[in-house]
């Protein structure tokens, strides 16, 4: 199969936790694109914490942002497509993480902002590379504009049930994923990885029978499995892996080089 697009995320899979584009990764990105293939990221992270690392690899189209809530140009920056989370949710939200003693993040005009600074979320602010705008009530930035996601950042040992207990308080009103150990994301009901990725293709003019995808978490899920082509990294929890075309090696060993050696230049 001749793939026309490769969808990359970025943490856990373009890079790892020192937050450095390998060369072999850059090398390979810049080998399918030299062969006329198109190369995306799709990814959690804000705009102004993804951009770099497309700027790094030469991408200067449209990239997905916040887990499919927001396409951004690369280049200009322009936002052109955004799915917030309804205000109604947001704060009941934040009355419920308050009253767990859970530090909730929101994302307005692509700052992001916290009540309150605590080891889980300074843990965040190293890994997104940004810092957060303190404030004194998360609320009262609802009269300038919707969040584009709401973050919980709690200790790895409990998210997996805190997870959980979100999910069924937020219902059918939102989508919650995880995309790292610590992070439980909140987001428009309508969102996700797989949704942002076909208006990604037919943006580039293309079809997800000729996408080719590659992720690590569990945020990652409806990305692969709308792709034409899934692929897993290595590190990936097993009910990814297990919905995978294929398996590659994990970030530190340059599992999306691999993906693209083996499966779009060969």
Known sequence: MTYDLVALDLDGTTIGDDLTVHP?????????????VTVAIVTG?????????????GIA???????????????????????P?????????????????VALQFYVDDVYYVERRDTWVDGY????????ALVPDLAALLARGQS??????????????????IASFVGSDGYVTRSHASFIEVLNASVNKGVA?????????????????????????PLLDAA?????MGSAPPELRARANAVVADVAHDGVAEAIERYVLA
């Not at 602010?125 to 957060?132: G, H, I, Q, S, T």
């Not at 034409?228 to 897993?232: N, T």
Request: hydrophobic share 45%; charged share 20%; aromatic share 6%.
């Open 24 to 36: 072999r990764v850059r090398d390979a990105v810049a080998r399918a694109q030299a062969a006329g």
């Open 45 to 57: 992270r804000m705009f102004a914490a993804a951009r770099p690392f497309a700027q790094t690899l």
């Open 61 to 83: 189209g449209p990239i997905v942002c916040y887990q499919g809530a927001a396409i951004f140009d690369v280049t200009s920056g322009e936002r052109i497509a955004h799915e």
């Open 85 to 101: 989370v309804p205000n109604e949710l947001t704060l009941r939200l934040l009355a419920k993480t308050r009253a767990d003693g």
């Open 125 to 132: 602010a190293r890994l997104a590379n940004v810092e957060p």
């Open 148 to 165: 584009t996601k709401c973050v919980a950042v709690v200790a790895p040992e409990r998210a997996q049930t805190y997870a959980e207990e």
């Open 197 to 221: 990725l076909a208006t990604l293709a037919t943006r580039y003019d293309t079809t997800l029978a000729r996408v080719l995808a590659v992720g690590d978490s569990w945020n990652d899920l």
């Open 228 to 232: 034409g082509f899934g692929v897993a």
